[in-house]
């Protein structure tokens, strides 16, 4: 069975902090993983990225501030988020390189809404 289930968002001040997990099935997690989030009005993108070894890989607008981690015997995923910004609001998923196919369609889970706003 398939299930991915996001949590930890909220609303957070400029400069702050926040911790995401996801819950993971074990029939998808040994594989590399990824935390993508998408913005009214934007496509979704992908934040961070990790290999089932630990690799990790960042786009330039989240490096040194987002820390992408997995614990594999408890099938989840974090996302450490410092130094949030406006532009950091979003709702953020996770999910597999490349996403779960269900069919013709794409699986996503609920998300998780993350406001950074004064």
């Known amino acids: 069975q398939v299930r991915l289930v996001e949590s930890g968002g909220g609303l957070v001040q400029p400069g702050g902090s926040l911790r995401l997990s996801c819950a993971a099935s074990?029939?998808?997690?040994?594989?590399?993983m990824a935390w993508y989030r998408q913005a009214p009005g934007n496509q979704r993108e992908l934040v961070a990225s990790?290999?089932?070894?630990?690799?990790?890989n960042y786009p330039d607008s989240v490096k040194g501030r987002f820390t992408i981690s997995r614990d594999n015997a408890k099938n989840t995923l974090y996302l450490q988020m410092n130094s949030l910004k406006p532009e950091d609001t979003a709702v953020y998923y996770c999910?597999?390189?490349?996403?779960?196919?269900?069919?013709?369609?794409?699986?996503w889970g609920q998300g998780t809404q993350v406001t950074v706003s004064s």
């Open positions: 999910n597999k390189i490349p996403p779960i196919r269900l069919g013709f369609s794409e699986y």
């Open positions: 074990g029939s998808i997690f040994s594989i590399a």
């Open positions: 990790i290999t089932s070894r630990g690799i990790t």
